[in-house]
Nanobody, 124 residues
Framework: QVQLVESGGGLVQAGASLRLSCAAS????????MGWFRQAPGKEREFIAA?????????YYGDSVKGRFTISRDNAKNTVDLQMNSLKPEDTALYYC????????????????WGQGTQVTVSS
């Protein structure tokens, strides 16, 4: 069982930056691929970013955030972060962290473990 707790959300103005963090309880955190998703009111959940397991951590991003968001992991601290730059009002959503032993499950949005989410609101 893996528990995930997101933090770092808040209210910012358009153009600002925000860094989200997800703390995982997994004993073998480095064995898990990690990802970030978001869901805005009235919209379907959207894939944001994923990072492979291990130390190398190859990354993959959704088209809407490429070049603005960066996912990273710290296996010593059991955390995965999402650095969000040049935020736009359309980035407003509840942001979720997720984990799965299989990277593909993250990319196709069917990870085994989900966090409760942290709210990001971007004002214009």
């Amino acid at each position: 069982q893996v528990q995930l707790v997101e933090s770092g959300g808040g209210l910012v103005q358009a153009g600002a930056s925000l860094r989200l963090s997800c703390a995982a309880s997994a004993r073998t955190f480095s064995s898990y691929a990690m990802g970030w998703f978001r869901q805005a009111p009235g919209k379907e959940r959207e894939f944001i970013a994923a990072i492979k397991r291990g130390g190398g951590g190859s990354t993959y991003y959704g088209d809407s955030v490429k070049g603005r968001f960066t996912i990273s992991r710290d296996n010593a601290k059991n955390t995965v972060d999402l650095q969000m730059n040049s935020l736009k009002p359309e980035d407003t959503a509840l942001y979720y962290c997720a984990a799965d032993l299989t990277f593909h499950k993250i990319v196709v949005m069917t990870p085994q473990y989900w966090g409760q989410g942290t709210q990001v609101t971007v004002s214009s």
